[in-house]
């Protein structure tokens, strides 16, 4: 399975400004009926930085996705979002899916806060991810993946960064 995951990714500093905006009355999230777009799983905030070429946000919002995107040092940038899911009182898979059929795919998920939901890669192996703050987790694009949510934590929040990179090394 071609997947890593890279604990403390950014320096306490760094971790500490994104946790900080992202977690703050002032961070605008936006309602999304379903997880995964035409599918009908369940509910999310999300906040889009990132596509089409083109940043979608404030600079100083964008500035809290930047430090990430700049260690990934992708080839092309294709979508970056933060999703935020609500404690449901149980955890709840979302739909498996991919995020793109591009050729060379590699997603990104930075775990923001430590929580008992989990990522969940290929539906046949079921592999589990924990969610562990300032951890990230790189995988190739055409992995089926899907979004656990959380039951000891009020919020659940990560960044989903989709990028182009050839030759990526995932051991």
């Not at 933060?82 to 449901?88: D, E, F, G, H, T």
């Not at 290929?122 to 592999?127: A, C, G, M, T």
Request: glycine content about 2%.
């Amino acid at each position: 399975m071609n997947y890593k995951e890279i604990y403390n990714f950014l320096s306490k500093k760094e971790f500490n400004k994104t946790k900080n905006f992202l977690t703050s009355s002032t961070m605008p999230w936006y309602y999304n009926k379903h997880q995964v777009y035409q599918k009908k799983d369940f509910s999310q905030f999300t906040h889009r930085f990132y596509f089409n070429d083109k940043v979608e946000t404030w600079p100083e919002i964008y500035d809290t996705v930047s430090l990430i995107i700049n260690k990934l040092k992708p080839d092309k940038l294709l979508r970056v979002k933060a999703n935020l899911i609500i404690n449901r009182g149980k955890n709840i898979a979302g739909d498996f899916h991919v995020d793109s059929n591009e050729t060379d795919l590699k997603i990104a998920i930075y775990y923001v806060n430590t929580n008992n939901g989990y990522t969940l890669l290929d539906p046949k192996h079921k592999i589990k991810i924990n969610c562990e703050e300032n951890k990230l987790l790189v995988f190739d694009g055409k992995i089926l993946h899907s979004a656990v949510s959380q039951t000891d934590e009020d919020q659940r929040i990560v960044f989903n960064i989709n990028y182009l990179k050839k030759n990526e090394s995932f051991s």
